[in-house]
C-alpha cells in the first residue's frame, strides 16, 4: 500500500523553527523526487520546495528561499523540510508530493501555524 505522511507540524511563534517530514512506504522512494506544497486558509496552493532524487539538485520558491531547507534519506525513505524563522504569514497546511514521470503519490498534510 502506498503512502506519503506528512509530520512535524504544529503551533510555533514568529521567528520560530520546525522540521516536517514526509515518510514515504509501498513504492521506491529513491526514485521519487519530492515536492513540498502548503496551502494557507483562503489561498491557492503554492509549492515551496524540490529535491531530486538523488538530492543533488533542490530549488525554492522566492517566499522562503534562505529560511527554509529541504532534504532526503534514501535508506529511511524519508524527505525533511528544515523551517526556519517562521513568520504568520507561513502558517498553511504542508504536503509533500513525490511525482516519478506519470506517478504521483500524495500526502494527507500536516498544519503549520505561526503565532504569538
Do not use: H
Request: proline fraction near 3%; glycine fraction near 10%; charge should be positive.
Amino acid at each position: 500500500q502506498v503512502q506519503l505522511v506528512e509530520s512535524g507540524g504544529g503551533l510555533v511563534q514568529p521567528g520560530g523553527s520546525l522540521r516536517l517530514s514526509c515518510a514515504a512506504s509501498g513504492f521506491a522512494f529513491s526514485t521519487y523526487a519530492i515536492w513540498w506544497f502548503r496551502r494557507a486558509p483562503g489561498k491557492e496552493r503554492e509549492w515551496v520546495a524540490y529535491i531530486s532524487r538523488n538530492a543533488a539538485l533542490t530549488n525554492y520558491a522566492d517566499s522562503i528561499k534562505g529560511r527554509f531547507t529541504v532534504s532526503r534519506d534514501n535508506p529511511k525513505n524519508t524527505a525533511y523540510l528544515q523551517m526556519n524563522s517562521l513568520n504568520p504569514e507561513d502558517t498553511a497546511v504542508y504536503y509533500c508530493n513525490a511525482v516519478a514521470g506519470s506517478s504521483n503519490f500524495w500526502g494527507q498534510g500536516t498544519q503549520v501555524t505561526v503565532s504569538s
